[in-house]
């Protein structure tokens, strides 16, 4: 006999977009059913690097030092052409001042998925493997699926919301029958995971460039271990031939062109690299996230990634309307957003992409003569290494243009609405670490003037159940960051970005801000 089982939300995959997302709605105390086809966590490395903005969101569940003390930090890298370095450069120091984790860590997918999956089982909930998404419905009541077990049991879950985080062949896409839209480059890559017998420096990835080819060395946890990625255009012409590892570890060899000896293979794979994104994030009750929304080039490390923070943006609605504290369409700001920033990213990583491995001549003369020695000169400046790691740390990621960012009286502002919570430390603790519990957070920077306990008693008289108060004092490098030397406040959405930033000291725009939730 065919069950039903009823619960908040059908998660679709549990990758590390769809394990994210399991993790994100405990925190608001939203129930889940999150199942997957494959057999367990993958075993296979896959994506390869945490960003910092990745690291902020996994510190709020305590999972950041655990990532940090299973990765390999990055914060190094030597250009190098017929096997000579012609390029160091040192971005140890990039984030500093911008990201409690000022680095890129090398923490691979199989990783992610096991650090995921552990904290869901030591909070008391597992996923259902072996399980795949035979048919979905939906009407204004609710979400209804049917699935099936390896031995071809099936089931009906019941819910409000469904989200498909089931990859880049998404069946939850296809049932919802939403394009997805772009293209495939007609150029094969690979990329393996070995042991290997290389003098490197420390901390530090190699890049070995040529005309038309090129090898990326990454260190990765453990002893003599590496990534190696590169693509192989003398088979441009056959990118659906089938590659032998034996072909890649001669091309590998031949290319770098210093002393290495490949002892131990644990992971080989060769692709064709994608770019596409579905034509929306939602529809009805559905949601998609991660490589079920949208697929890109391997540029800067992005995609994993993405897929965590489209997880973090979703969780946070979701618990907020079915816990009564806004209306439905609070969850159209999800395709709102993430659909833009999908289109950013796939415009940005396109482009970075076309520079690293194109065959134009103009492009391949800008590679191989003029970033290198720009990449060296442009790396000594503080203005331009911050804008560097903003950019591929994912902290620069920002929704100025969202209608949940009211943008009046950003302008006397450096900090806009919109805008991530800048980091800086607060008697030399985390301003962070008072921005964990699941809620909107407003925060007074004063400059001592006041004790703001009216504030504090008229906020907590209609919003303390899900708006919690700090007052921090206007120190003057909070002075510098947000450009303005007079008292002001801040109200802070759950995911930490800025709904709206002002210096008016009264609760006037905070009800007005939150009526338009109800």
Not at 78 to 98: P, V
Not at 235 to 240: A, I, K, T
Not at 292 to 305: E, K, S, V, Y
Not at 483 to 488: D, L, Y
């Amino acid at each position: 006999m065919e069950t039903t089982i009823k619960t908040d939300v059908i998660i679709v995959g549990a990758g590390p977009t769809g394990l994210s997302l399991a993790v994100q709605l405990m925190r608001y105390g939203i129930d889940f059913v999150i199942f997957d086809k494959k057999e367990g966590v993958t075993n296979l490395s896959k994506a390869l690097v945490v960003q910092a903005r990745t690291l902020e969101i996994y510190d709020q569940v305590d999972l950041a030092q655990k990532a940090v003390e299973g990765g390999e930090m990055v914060q190094k890298g030597n250009l190098m052409h017929d096997g000579k370095i012609f390029t160091r450069f040192d971005f140890s120091n990039f984030g500093r001042r911008l990201s409690p984790f000022p680095f890129m860590l090398v923490f691979e997918q199989s990783k992610n998925e096991h650090l995921l999956h552990e904290h869901l089982q030591h909070k008391g909930k597992d996923v259902q493997w072996q399980t795949e998404l035979e048919s979905l419905t939906q009407d204004i009541e609710g979400v209804k699926a049917v699935l099936k077990d390896a031995n071809g049991k099936t089931q009906t879950i019941e819910a409000q919301y469904l989200v498909g985080c089931d990859g880049a062949s998404s069946p939850t896409r296809h049932l919802l029958d939403l394009r997805f839209e772009g293209s495939t480059y007609p150029r094969l890559f690979y990329v393996t995971d070995v042991d290997m017998e290389f003098q490197a420096d420390e901390a530090t990835f190699y890049a070995a460039l040529g005309e038309n080819s090129f090898v990326l060395i990454v260190p990765m946890k453990g002893e003599k271990h590496w990534r190696l990625i590169g693509n192989l255009p003398e088979y441009d012409d056959q990118v659906d031939r089938e590659v032998t590892y034996d072909e890649v570890e001669n091309k590998v060899t031949q290319f770098v062109k210093r002393p290495l000896e490949i002892t131990n293979v644990h992971w080989f794979s060769s692709y064709k690299v994608h770019t596409r994104r579905a034509e929306k994030f939602s529809i009805g009750r559905c949601f998609l996230a991660g490589d079920a929304a949208h697929i890109h080039t391997p540029t800067g490390g992005q995609g994993m990634n993405t897929g965590i923070q489209d997880a973090y943006n979703l969780a946070w609605k979701i618990g907020f309307v079915l816990n009564g504290y806004a209306k439905d369409s609070l969850l159209e700001s999800y395709n709102e957003e993430r659909l833009a920033n999908a289109k950013r990213l796939l415009q940005t990583t396109d482009q970075f992409f076309d520079v690293a491995v194109s065959d134009k001549w103009y492009l391949q003369f800008l590679r191989d003569n003029i970033l290198p020695s720009l990449a060296s000169i442009v790396t000594r400046f503080g203005t331009a290494k911050e804008f560097l790691f903003q950019l591929v740390s994912e902290i620069g990621l920002n929704y100025r243009d969202s209608s949940l960012s009211w943008r009046q009286g950003s302008h006397e502002f450096e900090v806009k609405a919109g805008d991530r919570m800048p980091y800086f430390l607060v008697d030399g603790v985390n301003v962070y670490d008072k921005l964990r519990a699941p809620k909107f957070h407003l925060l007074v920077f004063s400059g001592g003037e006041h004790s703001y306990e009216d504030l504090k008693l008229g906020l907590e008289k209609e919003y303390s159940h899900f708006i919690d108060f700090n007052v921090i004092p206007l120190y003057p490098h909070v002075v510098e960051i947000f450009g303005i030397s007079q008292s002001f406040k801040v109200l802070l959405r759950p995911d930490n970005y800025i709904g709206f930033i002002s210096t008016d000291l009264s609760l006037d725009d905070l009800k007005a801000y939150m009526n338009g939730f109800k």
